[in-house]
């Protein structure tokens, strides 16, 4: 077994094969632009190299936080573009948030030179930092690439390899570097220099928030919170901010890809709550980060938080992957009857509930069976959990 371990673990990052290489792949030649979003460390990078890698022709590929590709990409000319792009027909754009304008010139290059496909990622939604940039609408593509999954984990190591690696997931999380790692010591001072250093730093640098300290609050609150409903008039008064200032907090925190708000499910019946929200995390290690807690799940009273954040995100990013337009909720009625996760489609309402005891007897609730008879009904626990998330 442990021969085994150091084997997975030399070769690891080479093997692991991301969801979205194929998908995107299927885009070159479209004349289109195909903008990859993800959080900072996230693997965008390595996913271009990885596709650079498997084309005919070599791609000209540009780094956005290069101040020289900045300046050429300013003049923005025919002739400019044609003596740069020359014969490429794949341009790759990494860190394309950093370009001033970058949508104007990303519309500009896809409408002038037809034979000719981009692909730009940004570790931020491009309009966080390009307020004036024109649309791309009808000339893109977008996907958002996550922490690595569990269905990315089980494509390159088996059912064996991905449950091995079980309980570092729920307490480290997923980031392609953290997988790597073998040293607790080693992964704790990666997270918590991921979160400080590398995470929050479009917010800081683009939207000039003084004080930072406010925003790592606000984060330690909603990270003591997961799987609860959130009043921003709570967390206004905890951190003596107004609710307006902690509604932009949490957009720009959403648009960096830490957090996500899940609103509350209903077809306008009367005892459905409708108007609360909750926020979860994108990785388990990063808000274990943010709390400063990293000790073993026998250690921890907080598993079912760790369980239901790491179920909610792995099965969107399973969906996502999918290229599934699904909406999330959670629902509740005002006599406390409730679900974790509803996931709705244009074909399926599905109900999940998320019991880190496999033993726990839950039912469906009456009031959601009698009113959404149609709906599938699932209880996702650590022994049935990859079925949900990888199938």
């Known amino acids: 077994m442990f021969f085994w371990l150091f084997l997975f673990k030399l070769n690891e990052m080479d093997s692991i094969q991301r969801s979205l290489k194929k998908e995107i792949e299927k885009r070159i030649g479209s004349n289109k632009v195909v903008l990859l979003f993800g959080s900072r460390r996230v693997g965008k990078t390595k996913l271009l190299q990885s596709i650079a890698s498997t084309q005919k022709q070599t791609p000209l590929i540009l780094n956005g936080e290069d101040l020289d590709v900045q300046q050429l990409l300013a003049k923005r000319t025919s002739a400019n573009y044609q003596r740069l792009i020359g014969k490429h027909s794949l341009i790759m754009i990494d860190e394309a948030q950093n370009v001033p304008d970058i949508g104007k010139h990303l519309k500009f290059m896809i409408d002038t030179f037809p034979k000719v496909t981009i692909i730009a990622t940004g570790s931020s939604s491009f ?5 004036s940039g024109e649309p791309l609408t009808g000339r893109n593509f977008q996907y958002i690439l ?7 984990l089980m494509m390159s190591y088996g059912t064996l390899g991905t449950k091995q690696q079980f309980d570092d997931r729920l307490i480290f999380g997923s980031y392609p570097e953290v997988i790597t790692m073998t040293d607790r010591e080693e992964r704790e001072l990666y997270l918590k220099s991921l979160v400080q250093n590398y995470l929050l730093k479009d917010i800081f640098i683009y939207e000039n928030i003084q004080n930072s300290s406010k925003i790592f609050d606000l984060l330690k609150l909603l990270a003591f919170q997961v799987g609860s409903e959130v009043s921003l008039e709570e967390l206004g008064r905890n951190l003596s901010m107004s609710k307006n200032t902690v509604e932009r907090y949490l957009d720009l925190l959403t648009k960096v890809f830490i957090i996500y708000k899940v609103g509350g499910f209903s077809t306008n019946l009367r005892k459905e709550v409708v108007k609360s929200q909750k926020w979860y995390f994108t990785d388990n290690g990063i808000r274990n980060a943010i709390i400063s807690d990293f000790r073993p799940l026998q250690s921890r009273n907080d598993i079912g938080q760790l369980w239901e954040n790491f179920c909610f995100y792995e099965r969107m990013k399973y969906m996502h992957y999918k290229r599934k337009k699904t909406e999330y909720y959670f629902w509740r009625t005002y006599d406390k009857q409730e679900i974790d996760m509803i996931e709705k489609d244009n074909t399926h309402l599905r109900a999940f509930e998320f019991k880190w005891s496999e033993k726990s007897k839950t039912k469906i609730p009456k009031f959601f069976a009698d009113h959404y008879p149609n709906a599938i009904f699932e209880v996702v626990h650590p ?8 199938a």
């Not at 309009?127 to 307020?131: E, I």
């Not at 022994?383 to 990888?390: A, F, P, Q």
């Open 383 to 390: 022994e049935n959990y990859l079925d949900y998330m990888t």
């Open 127 to 131: 309009d966080l930092m390009n307020k």
């Open 146 to 152: 996550y922490p690595i999954s569990q269905e990315e």
